[in-house]
């Protein structure tokens, strides 16, 4: 069955009809020939849940190794896995990338609380970003999170913003070095060498067409406002 994630046709076929629910609102349907498949055998899937030993089923199992079979193999279309929330105020997407349990969801919460309808949620854990003549877009996907909170739509990025906890509310410009070993830990690394030099590529064009910054934030809304303005502090 075809879908459609980040504008690249993928022909995927599940074991288990959870992958298939997940993935209704991505169904293709035209006369486009996807670009290339993914298969996940019952192996696979027995692996993943040796490796992982957690009490999630199969089904879920084969859900998290198909997307990350479609992440390797989307690097040969500029498509890059990011870690991260990822909302969209105003037609422009903003990345909010952290370690794990810092806050990256309640933050982009925050956004949703102080702009309201202005605010779309992209994805809030799971997103793709993709690079198009010469621009980085990230795309919603049905990798979404506990929360399922995710848009299948796609807004260009205005800028990256790596979170980390503090009293006050404060941020500036964040470090090339801060900002790649930030987006290396937080995409997936393949262990073939020609897709692991297409993610640093990847990585590298990220950090020359976008800014990124860093917010040192506590759990108040006010850490949004302070984001929003220091991520547009240069416009009218």
């Known amino acids: ?30 006369d486009r020939p996807s670009d290339f498949s993914v298969r996940v055998t019952q192996q696979e899937i027995e692996e993943s849940m040796k490796r992982c030993n957690d009490n999630f089923p199969a089904s879920y199992h084969e859900w998290m190794c198909v997307y990350r079979s479609l992440c390797i193999k989307a690097l040969d279309y500029d498509c890059l896995f990011m870690h991260c929330s990822a909302v969209c105020l105003d037609s422009q997407a903003y990345l909010f990338i952290a370690a794990s349990g810092t806050g990256k969801s309640t933050h982009a919460s925050f956004w949703r609380e102080r702009f309201g309808e202005r605010v779309v949620m992209i994805n809030d854990d799971k997103p793709l970003l993709r690079y198009v003549d ?33 009293d006050e509310n404060v ?66």
């Open 1 to 30: 069955m075809n879908y459609k994630v980040a504008d690249i046709i993928v022909d995927i076929e599940f074991n288990y009809k959870y992958g298939v629910k997940r993935m209704s609102d991505y169904r293709y349907e035209g």
């Open 134 to 166: 010469g621009k980085f877009y990230v795309y919603g996907t049905p990798w979404d999170g506990k929360h399922h909170l995710s848009t299948n739509t796609r807004a260009p990025v205005k800028a990256l913003c790596i979170l980390y906890r503090n």
């Open 171 to 236: 941020i500036e410009r964040a470090s090339v070095g801060e900002a790649n070993f930030m987006i290396l830990n937080q995409t997936v690394r393949p262990e073939n060498a020609e897709k692991m030099e297409k993610t640093l590529y990847l990585a590298g064009k990220l950090l020359e067409s976008e800014p990124c910054y860093k917010l040192g934030c506590n759990m108040s809304v006010q850490a949004a406002e302070v984001a929003y303005k220091g991520m547009n502090e240069n416009e009218d």
